[in-house]
């Protein structure tokens, strides 16, 4: 019956949904806004990732390095929550983004917008190990990359679909943050700069393969040794 109802359709009915859901839960003011005075920052958490060289690499690299500009402009004080596709909305050709591959149902496909997946893992694994609250992440629902291919642990990606699936984080401290990039060719790094210092958490992610399945449980580890446990994803392989 799914199949049937135009894309546009389904797309809004989720759009319109999600609204109301923040809304109930009184998070449209929540949200972190731009253009605000910039402060200055004591302490950085960064997280270095590698982009893969490919077919579609170049756009790739071109893809996050529009997105990274918009999220850069942000700044989030205590108790305001990063969403993804509020700040970028959906990507477009019209807003200058490009083919890129993307995981759909299992499968790589390519599509505009491709590549943003890396940018949103990339903040994901960051703000872990700035110890912010993760309101909502989902891992990709197959691991299709070979361990020379693969940018980031399993359990460290975060799959972003418009509309769909969001990535949201919360700033948990009691200062102000915000999330910075620095792009090179064949490499992406993401900075979390905090208006205090704090003692960064390592990650941790232990593989279970159950079948035709793999789980990874993600932890988290405090610089007393303390380790909490975040996020169980589970991934076909």
Same mark, same amino acid.
């Given at each position: 019956?799914?199949?049937?109802?135009?894309?546009?359709? %389904?797309?809004?009915?989720?759009?319109?949904?999600?609204?109301?859901?923040?809304?109930?839960?009184?998070?449209?003011?929540?949200?972190?806004?731009?253009?605000?005075?910039?402060? *200055?920052?004591?302490?950085?958490?960064?997280?270095?990732?590698?982009?893969?060289?490919?077919?579609? =690499?170049?756009?790739?690299? *071109?893809?996050?390095?529009?997105?990274?500009? &918009?999220?850069?402009?942000?700044?989030?004080?205590?108790? &305001?929550?990063?969403?993804?596709?509020?700040?970028?909305?959906?990507?477009?050709?019209?807003?200058?983004?490009?083919?890129?591959?993307?995981?759909?149902?299992?499968?790589?496909?390519?599509?505009?917008?491709?590549?943003?997946?890396?940018?949103?893992?990339?903040?994901?694994?960051?703000?872990?190990?700035?110890?912010?609250?993760?309101?909502? %992440?989902?891992? *990709?629902? !197959?691991?299709?990359? =070979?361990?020379?291919?693969?940018?980031?642990?399993?359990?460290?990606?975060?799959?972003?679909?418009?509309?769909?699936?969001?990535? %949201?984080?919360?700033?948990?401290? $009691? @200062?102000?943050?915000? @999330?910075?990039?620095?792009?090179? &060719?064949?490499?992406?790094?993401?900075?979390?700069?905090?208006?205090?210092?704090?003692?960064?958490?390592?990650?941790?992610?232990?593989?279970?393969? &159950? $079948?035709?399945? !793999?789980?990874?449980?993600?932890?988290?580890?405090?610089?007393?040794?303390?380790?909490?446990?975040?996020?169980?994803?589970?991934?076909?392989?």
């Amino acid at each position: 019956m799914k199949k049937f109802i135009p894309k546009f359709i %389904r797309l809004n009915f989720k759009l319109t949904t999600r609204y109301f859901k923040d809304l109930g839960k009184g998070n449209l003011n929540k949200f972190a806004k731009s253009d605000r005075e910039s402060l *200055h920052y004591n302490g950085m958490v960064e997280t270095i990732q590698p982009i893969i060289a490919s077919e579609y =690499s170049d756009n790739i690299y *071109h893809n996050i390095k529009l997105a990274s500009k &918009e999220i850069s402009r942000l700044q989030l004080f205590p108790g &305001e929550i990063f969403s993804f596709w509020k700040v970028l909305g959906k990507p477009t050709k019209g807003k200058g983004y490009k083919i890129g591959p993307s995981i759909v149902k299992d499968e790589l496909v390519n599509e505009v917008g491709g590549g943003l997946c890396q940018l949103a893992g990339l903040m994901y694994h960051t703000a872990l190990k700035a110890g912010l609250e993760i309101e909502e %992440r989902y891992p *990709h629902t !197959k691991d299709i990359f =070979s361990e020379k291919k693969s940018y980031t642990p399993l359990g460290a990606d975060a799959a972003v679909v418009y509309g769909y699936k969001d990535l %949201r984080i919360k700033n948990s401290r $009691g @200062f102000l943050i915000k @999330f910075t990039f620095v792009i090179k &060719e064949h490499e992406i790094a993401c900075r979390i700069f905090l208006e205090d210092k704090i003692d960064p958490f390592t990650t941790q992610f232990e593989n279970q393969n &159950e $079948g035709d399945k !793999k789980k990874v449980i993600t932890f988290v580890v405090d610089y007393k040794g303390e380790k909490e446990m975040v996020a169980e994803s589970e991934y076909l392989m």
